[in-house]
């Protein structure tokens, strides 16, 4: 996937079939149909046309954990260190595409932060220079 550094908000980059861990004991793969934007994974099942969102603000990382002939397994990584396993065909590269939406949000969040932090005093500082009385004129 090439870096695409000015995607439109909501807009989708992939969209397709993959395969979650059921949190039950029996631990059954289900299949979902994905939509991964610029700041979320939604998950729908196909049974309802409700989705699960997997918000990136709340992800950690994403694991690759192994690579088999027919699919690649992966696990995403909560700020909470809940993990939630997948899995995809080895051709569809949801792992992948996952991990390059995050950092692309990882680093777009970074910017805006360093923005905030940095730019905010210099206005502050511009600010007080243009309300200090001036000293009348000789």
Known sequence: MASK??????????????????????????????VLTDDRLRLFSRSSERAKELRF??????????????HVYFTIVTIDYKEIDFRCTEESCWNAFITL???EYQNRRALEGFRRHRLLPIAYEEQEESEEPRSPSP
């Open 5 to 34: 550094l000015s995607t439109t908000p909501g807009e989708i980059l992939r969209e397709g079939q993959l395969e979650k861990r059921s949190d039950s004991l029996l631990q059954l793969w289900k299949k979902k149909r994905g």
């Open 57 to 70: 603000h709340s992800i950690l990382k994403v694991d690759c954990v192994e690579h088999t002939r027919k």
């Open 101 to 103: 939406a995050l950092i």
